[in-house]
Each structure stands twice: as structure tokens, then as C-alpha cells.
């Protein structure tokens, strides 16, 4: 079966964590699919699709149709990937999903090799590992996040100075209080110790040690 003789058509996904997602497929490719909901254009890593299904159309939700307002941020005459999008929605305000318990708004700042740099009014600069992402949506119709101004979302956040790797920025942070993962663990807030054998060692209010596999973090801001 080619997928791409698919676009057009009604699909339903389920996603890591149990996420179900429905729409419209509007394009595939190399690592990155693309459904309409009917409201917004959800940009999905191929990694995180579990399973899918074109459905019958006894068992399909909603009736969905494109709108003229809003349209994909890709050239439809290239093949879309994941880092193409997330350059494309550099600037862009856009929900991002990376956890299982809530979206993050906000815009992208920088993309580096394996996270990008994402500036969210709630939690400030945040790091975003590419590992991790489950999805993003930029925003349409000049939408900005919580209703705030200019003067609320800062071209320039912040002074520091970018590593290329998740891991080496991590590093950069030994001696400063940061979350991990938007606080969903309690053991995921302290100050950073140091990284050994891909463990990063958290020190929490207590004064106790806790050590965090790298491949788990899924997102970093400082508090």
C-alpha cells in the first residue's frame, strides 16, 4: 500500500501514550506525518504513531473539511521532514505536545542536532528533545498565546549560549535549579550535580540525590 495514494483521506492514529488522533491525511514524509482535525494541522513524528487505520465510514467520528482560512506551513512541492517543519515554524506561535499530561505554547527559538530551543510565556526558555516530541501545531490567523502583546513575548529571551547537543546543554546547567519533564515527577525538580554514564544526578530540596536517565528527559526549564 502506498500511503502517499492515501492523502485526502479520513485516518485515525493512536499515538505513544495512548493518544488517539483522527483527521484528515494531508501528507507523509521521511519522518513526519501530517493530519487535519478539523481545527488545526498537527505535524506527527513517524516514531510516535503506534498504530492507524483507515476506518469505515460507519466507524469514521466527524465529518471534516479543509478550510480556506488556514493552510499547511510546508511547500507542497517538497517532501516534508521533521526538522523542515520545525524551521518553518521557527518564530511561529505554536503548541507543542510533549508530555502526557498537557501542551506547551509558545514559539521556537533555535533547533539544534537532537532538541530545539522553545520559549513558552508559562516556563520561559525551555529545552525540547527532538526524542520526545509527540507533535506541534503552529498557529493560524495570527492566534497568539494567553492574549499577550509584543511586549510579553521577547524576540531574544534569553543570554544563553546554545550547545549542540541535549545532553552537552544539560551539562552547561550543573549548579542551577531546573524541572525536568514540566514537574510531572516530583523527583524530576532540583539542582543539577552533574551527568555520568547517561545519568543525570538532581539534588531535590532534601538535599537527596536522585539520578535521571538522559534518555527519559524529555524537557528542561530553569525555575
Do not use: C
Amino acid at each position: 500500500m502506498k500511503l502517499k495514494d492515501h492523502v485526502g483521506n479520513y485516518i485515525k492514529l493512536e499515538l505513544s501514550g495512548n493518544k488517539p488522533i483522527s483527521g484528515i491525511l494531508i501528507d507523509i514524509g521521511s519522518d513526519l506525518w501530517v493530519i487535519y482535525n478539523g481545527y488545526d494541522y498537527l505535524y506527527i513524528p513517524t516514531v510516535h504513531i503506534q498504530n492507524w487505520k483507515f476506518p469505515k465510514k460507519e466507524e469514521i467520528d466527524e465529518i471534516i473539511t479543509l478550510s480556506d482560512d488556514q493552510s499547511p506551513i510546508f511547500n507542497p512541492n517538497e517532501e516534508i521532514s521533521l526538522r523542515k517543519t520545525l524551521t518553518a515554524a521557527k518564530g511561529i506561535f505554536t503548541e507543542i505536545y510533549v508530555t502526557s499530561k498537557q501542551a506547551v505554547h509558545g514559539y521556537i527559538i533555535s533547533i539544534m542536532n537532537n532538541y530545539f530551543v522553545f520559549y513558552s510565556p508559562i516556563y520561559k526558555t525551555m529545552f525540547i528533545s527532538l526524542n520526545h516530541l509527540k507533535w506541534l501545531i503552529p498557529y493560524t490567523n495570527n492566534q497568539r498565546p494567553y492574549g499577550l502583546s509584543n511586549a510579553n513575548l521577547p524576540v531574544n529571551p534569553s543570554n544563553i549560549t546554545f550547545a549542540r547537543s541535549f545532553e552537552v546543554q544539560i551539562e552547561k546547567l550543573i549548579g542551577t535549579l531546573i524541572v525536568f519533564n514540566i514537574g510531572e515527577n516530583e523527583n524530576g525538580m532540583g539542582k543539577v550535580m552533574g551527568i555520568k554514564n547517561n545519568f543525570v544526578e538532581l539534588l531535590t530540596a532534601k538535599g537527596d540525590p536522585v539520578y535521571l536517565n538522559l534518555q527519559h528527559i524529555k524537557t528542561v526549564h530553569m525555575t
